[in-house]
């Protein structure tokens, strides 16, 4: 606890920089955001793992043991239009989750105030027998639409939900030719 919190406040107590160290950034199209601690890409030969179907996300990241994991996909301005209003893609999104799954249970929605603006929702969805905390996020990055997922076990929400708030914070504008 009191390394998390030096890491949030400086040591006199004031909030400390926001300064990352480059190994702990991701560079996607268009944006860069920090990576959540402990966090590696999973490789596509072991993504069967955690998504078992073929229509999977593009870039997965999982902590160690798997128990916790972002997914990032990124969708063209052909795909999902530039005009469309974030604020009513929310409410898309939400509406086709709810239809797939009538067990899913919504919580809250907001968005980020950071350099990029992030629209974001959480919910509870089920995986055999298991209940999963997800919260879905999604934000413009130049003309792409980059959408992702914070998935957990349902148990571990309340930890994971402010650390991953923050990481969404984070997100900043780049562009495509600095992606890596």
Request: net charge negative; with cysteine.
């Amino acid at each position: 606890m009191l390394q998390v919190m030096l890491r949030m406040y400086g040591r006199d107590g004031n909030e400390a920089e926001n300064i990352v160290e480059e190994n702990q950034m991701f560079h996607g199209p268009g944006f860069s955001m920090e990576r959540m601690e402990g966090f590696q890409e999973i490789e596509e030969d072991a993504a069967g793992s955690v998504f078992l179907s073929g229509y999977r996300p593009k870039k997965l990241f999982s902590s160690p043991g798997r128990h916790a994991g972002f997914s990032l996909q990124t969708f063209n301005k052909e795909e999902i239009p530039e005009s469309e209003d974030m604020e009513d893609l929310r409410e898309k999104l939400r509406h086709i989750l709810m239809r797939s799954d009538r067990k899913t249970v919504f919580y809250e929605g907001g968005q980020t105030s950071g350099n990029i603006p992030v629209f974001w929702f959480d919910y509870k969805s089920f995986a055999a027998d298991e209940r999963v905390y997800n919260l879905m996020f999604f934000f413009r990055a130049g003309e792409k639409l980059i959408l992702g997922t914070f998935y957990c076990i349902f148990q571990d929400f309340d930890r994971w939900k402010p650390e991953v708030l923050r990481v969404l914070r984070t997100v900043r504008k780049e562009s495509e030719d600095e992606e890596r």
